[in-house]
């Protein structure tokens, strides 16, 4: 029987989840205020959710998808440092998650947070829009000049405001979307478990739906037909957003806010200091000071012996003093060991989340060099002279992911299932795993593509001269494909399963600190790839065979830049490996730990229960 809806407002209190679905107010004190059941209403309020995930991502990717072939043709710049710009905005966008995911989990909640976001995405999207529509917010046209103007200062800072609006929008949007979706689920329920796991799935197809969407019909109106009617179609599609996301305001399960997670953390770092010199106590889970609140948002964990150092934050000395009900009087001095277990369960990712940021570097140079590549091919398309934009060419890297990501979820997750016997067919480091796999397949093939591309322009006739670029090979375009198709495959594995790995490990009361790491490990990526280009740019300008990354790629090497970034990941990969064989996955005192390393399942009965 469905349960109605109880409309209870909380004042000054925490929200806390239990097994049942209620919800249960727990004043300073931890003692227990009112109660109400929550109504998780689950895949009725997709449409809300998940609609406005597609106009938003479609507005914010039709805005941004051709910004860099945005400022090369409308502002002037060259593709170095269009390129620069480009990969500075995705970090700082993705830094700017950390920032929101704090904001949310601590004063905020999620639902709060998303709609400043939303409304920033409309107006930053509004401000890009006017940079094209009006003349004197961009320099004069160039044409087919070998020489152009570029943007004088005001116009730079008009374009920036309007950058750094998008910033605060997705920057709000992308940790918090994800986990508000996921919010809406019953986690303790197996219908809720399964939702979740398969919503993870559905918002990557919806992501990457909208993503082609964008590269294909928007991109080509604004590369083809207009600038203006192509910009201002994104601003259209958030408005939509907006709407559909006001919407369900009266349906949503709205987390509040609970509290800044980061001082738990600080207090188990600051005790463990203050009391480095302490022995070591014997068997720690049953020794280690471990109060634990009748009513916690946190699933109770059991004692793991990695990162054994910060046990001592939960040692009891005759000096550290307990409330009437038995929390710590002081708790920078004395921690509970179900704190010092939630730390070790950050510390555990920390290594998994840097190996799955370097992976990310594929990604941001397949969504940059390749329209470069493009620009240089033959793009033709049959004998009507229909020329595919550029920027249009990564379509294929979600295509790849968006029917991979079918066919995971439909074929191989089951099939998987019958072989492994695990729920999800593979486990979450498994398919990160894969993903850096394919990620660095993709490299070595868009190195070997590259080669032909240059070899072919300049042995063979060409078909004349890209604008500010060089001699445009006879090599079709759609030789790209491979490689993108490749890249796509690896978001599919290696992007979804961060996601959903960062969620699940992560403890409750921070998951949207879960969907910002990831959002952080792009930021860290994108300013290493803007790091490298600027390097190799500089180291390998004078060489005799020439500058790798010459702004026509034809006197250029890039393909040695793709085999560079290769190694790298290989090197990446290897080091994933060793540290996935280390990891341990978070396990619940009220159930069987199952710890999953690279292939092996190995399943430890709790021997210590009470």
């Avoid at 000054?12 to 989840?17: C, F, M, N, P």
């Avoid at 072939?69 to 620069?84: E, G, H, R, W």
């Avoid at 401000?127 to 070998?146: E, M």
């Amino acid at each position: 029987m469905e349960r109605k809806s109880l409309e209870v407002e909380f004042m000054d209190h925490q929200k806390l989840s239990s097994a049942d679905g209620s919800v249960t107010a727990v004043d300073s004190v931890g003692e227990d205020v009112q109660e109400t059941k929550v109504v998780y209403r689950g895949w009725k309020v997709m449409p809300f959710i998940i609609g406005n995930e597609t106009f938003e991502k479609l507005g914010i990717i039709g805005t941004l998808s051709n910004l860099l072939v945005y400022l090369t043709a409308v502002f002037n710049m060259k593709s170095i440092t269009a390129a620069t710009i480009i990969n500075a905005f995705a970090g700082t966008v993705n830094f700017g998650t950390f920032v929101a995911a704090f904001l949310c989990d601590t004063y905020f909640g999620r639902y709060k947070t998303l709609t400043v976001s939303v409304l920033a995405c409309f107006l930053g999207s509004l401000a890009i829009l006017l940079t094209a529509a009006v003349p004197q917010l961009h320099p004069a046209p160039c044409g087919t000049a070998s020489s152009c103007s570029g943007p004088s200062g005001g116009q730079i800072a008009f374009l920036l405001m309007g950058l750094g609006i998008l910033v605060v929008g997705a920057g709000g949007i992308r940790p918090c979307n994800l986990a508000f979706g996921a919010d809406q689920f019953n986690p303790k329920s197996g219908s809720g478990k399964r939702g979740i796991d398969s919503f993870f799935n559905w918002y990557f197809f919806t992501f990457t739906f909208a993503q082609i969407l964008s590269l294909t019909v928007v991109v080509y109106i604004q590369s083809n037909v207009s600038w203006t009617i192509g910009l201002t179609i994104p601003v259209v599609l958030m408005f939509l957003a907006s709407v559909i996301f006001f919407a369900g305001a009266k349906l949503y399960v709205k987390i509040e806010a609970s509290g800044s997670p980061l001082a738990s953390i600080a207090h188990v770092i600051t005790a463990a200091i203050k009391k480095q010199g302490l022995k070591s106590v014997e068997q720690p889970w049953l020794n280690l000071y471990n109060y634990y609140p009748s009513k916690y948002a946190n699933a109770k964990l059991k004692y793991t012996d990695q990162f054994r150092f910060l046990d001592k934050a939960a040692i009891m000395t005759p000096e550290d003093k307990l409330e009437a009900d038995g929390k710590p009087v002081n708790p920078w001095k004395l921690c509970t060991m179900q704190q010092v277990e939630e730390v070790k369960c950050i510390m555990r990712v920390l290594p998994i989340w840097f190996a799955s940021s370097i992976y990310y570097l594929t990604i941001t140079q397949q969504l940059t060099y390749p329209v470069f590549q493009a620009l240089q091919s033959d793009r033709r398309l049959g004998s009507g002279g229909f020329v595919i934009p550029a920027a249009t060419y990564v379509v294929f890297l979600m295509t790849g992911m968006t029917l991979f990501i079918i066919l995971y979820d439909r074929v191989l997750v089951p099939t998987l299932k019958r072989i492994t016997g695990i729920e999800t067919g593979i486990t979450l480091l498994q398919r990160i795993g894969t993903g850096i796999f394919f990620a660095m397949l993709s490299l070595i093939v868009s190195g070997f593509v590259e080669e032909r591309r240059r070899d072919l322009a300049l042995t063979k006739p060409t078909l004349g001269l890209a604008p500010r670029k060089g001699e445009i090979s006879s090599m079709s375009a759609m030789w790209l494909i491979p490689q993108l198709v490749l890249a796509g495959i690896a978001e599919a594995f290696g992007a979804i399963g961060q996601m959903e790995f960062y969620y699940k490990q992560f403890p409750e009361n921070m998951r949207s600190f879960a969907g910002s790491i990831f959002y952080v490990g792009g930021g860290l990526s994108s300013y290493i790839s803007s790091f490298l280009i600027t390097t190799v740019h500089r180291m390998t300008q004078n060489l005799a065979g020439g500058n790798w990354l010459a702004e026509d790629l034809n006197k250029g090497r890039l393909d040695h830049f793709y085999f560079l970034l290769a190694g790298i990941l290989a090197v990446n990969f290897a080091y994933f490996l060793v540290m996935a064989r280390w990891y341990r996955y978070k396990g619940s005192d009220a159930e069987e730990a199952s710890y999953e390393t690279n292939g092996d399942i190995i399943k430890e009965q709790d021997k210590n229960k009470v």
